[in-house]
């Protein structure tokens, strides 16, 4: 399926292939207890339990899919989450747009959408020095892309989708290197000078009314007008008022 001598040569951090696994997210953290203190990626061709945003899963039948997981390790404070995503989000759809030829937009704040659905989620969570006796901060990124699934369960099959019916492997030695290369560049400063201007241009909730859930329900309604430095989200409301929100999931398009 991968290519180690490939993937070897292409990236600039070492990737360990796994066969299957509950969750490329888990065992970084099971690695970072172990004592991993040097930048590493994590590659599944089959997820068990793979994990999304807001306690969701993600499908990862095996060798339909990338499933990954960057962890970077870090002396600095930690860094903003969102800042983290927003960059991951460009540099995914830049390695499917590079090695595909096919356009993916941005739904705030991490979802690649193609053909009007999903194909791409990113969950990013940052683990603090000392948690598990880790001498550095942690961040792990874990980004999941729907290359050529089908058959999604019921419960997402409306909304779920994939870039490709072509199952060829060496898309996926490409893509992997591609965002494991990204994310290290970001990682070397972590400026979205460079990313926030591409998310705007990917973004296709951008002018758009929408309204913004969380936790507690309906955080707001409002045209996207703008996001933030930080890749917050800037939502203006009906009378004329501007809000800004650095968390939450847009829920409904109200075109």
């Not at 796994?18 to 994590?42: P, Q, Y």
């Not at 948690?131 to 550095?136: A, L, R």
Request: overall charge negative; aromatic content about 10%.
């Amino acid at each position: 399926m991968y290519n180690k001598d490939y993937l070897e040569e292409k990236s600039k951090v070492n990737i360990d292939i796994l066969d299957e696994i509950d969750s490329t997210n888990e065992e970084a953290k099971r690695r970072i207890k172990d004592g991993a203190s040097a930048d590493f990626v994590l590659v599944a061709r089959k997820q068990t339990a793979g994990k999304g945003r807001k306690g969701r899963s993600f499908y990862s039948p095996k060798d339909t899919g990338i499933y990954l997981t960057f962890t970077h390790f870090t002396d600095e404070a930690a860094e903003d989450v969102l800042k983290v995503t927003v960059a991951t989000s460009v540099i995914a759809a830049k390695t499917i747009k590079d090695t595909l030829n096919i356009n993916c937009g941005i739904k705030w704040v991490n979802d690649l959408y193609h053909n009007g659905k999903k194909v791409s989620g990113t969950l990013c969570e940052y683990i603090f020095k000392g948690t598990y006796e880790n001498e550095q901060n942690a961040v792990i990124v874990g980004i999941g892309i729907n290359l050529s699934t089908e058959d999604f369960p019921e419960e997402i099959s409306d909304k779920a989708g994939s870039l490709t019916a072509n199952n060829d492997n060496i898309f996926y030695d490409e893509i992997v290197s591609g965002i494991s290369n990204g994310l290290n560049s970001f990682f070397k400063d972590c400026n979205l000078n460079y990313y926030l201007p591409l998310y705007k241009e990917l973004s296709i909730v951008l002018g758009k009314e929408v309204e913004l859930s969380d936790a507690l329900g309906v955080a707001g309604r409002g045209r996207v007008i703008d996001f933030d430095d930080n890749g917050a989200i800037i939502l203006e409301t009906k009378n004329g008022e501007k809000k800004t929100f650095d968390s939450g999931e847009i829920s409904l398009f109200m075109i």
